[in-house]
């Protein structure tokens, strides 16, 4: 499987992008999809997964209220909605793919990962 993500950018403070991400390849594979990010100096951290065959979804808490995960099965891909962004968002956010369904907050819980995309948000 084969992710690639997109709609990276800038924002302000209180402000919206969406991020969106593509898989391909062996996509029967998988039965979750999701995001992580990454700010400078700190580890991987969790946002939140959708499952690819139900409605269950899982957020981190810190964007639960936030943002917003939904997937179009047709295209294969995954949206990252986010609202009301904070200038503590900024960081690279990372697509990810995986075989097993479940609020697996550990990057390790996931095979297949995106190359990243870069968001920034001004105060």
């Known amino acids: 499987v084969q992710l690639q993500a997109f709609g990276g950018g800038l924002a302000q403070a209180g402000g919206s992008l969406r991020l969106s991400c593509v898989a391909s390849?062996?996509?029967?594979?998988?039965?979750?999809m999701g995001w992580f990010r990454q700010a400078p100096g700190k580890e991987r951290e969790f946002v939140g997964v959708?499952?690819?065959?139900?409605?269950?979804?899982c957020y981190a808490d810190s964007v639960k209220d936030r943002f917003s995960i939904s997937r179009d099965n047709a295209k294969n891909t995954v949206y990252l909605q986010m609202n009301r962004l904070k200038p503590e968002d900024t960081a690279v956010y990372y697509c990810?793919?995986?075989?097993?369904?479940?609020?697996?907050?550990?990057?390790?819980?996931?095979?297949?990962w995106g190359q990243g995309t870069l968001v920034t948000v001004s105060s």
């Open positions: 990810t793919a995986g075989r097993i369904f479940g609020c697996y907050s550990s990057s390790g819980s996931y095979e297949y």
């Open positions: 390849g062996h996509t029967d594979s998988m039965y979750v």
């Open positions: 959708i499952s690819w065959s139900t409605p269950e979804l």
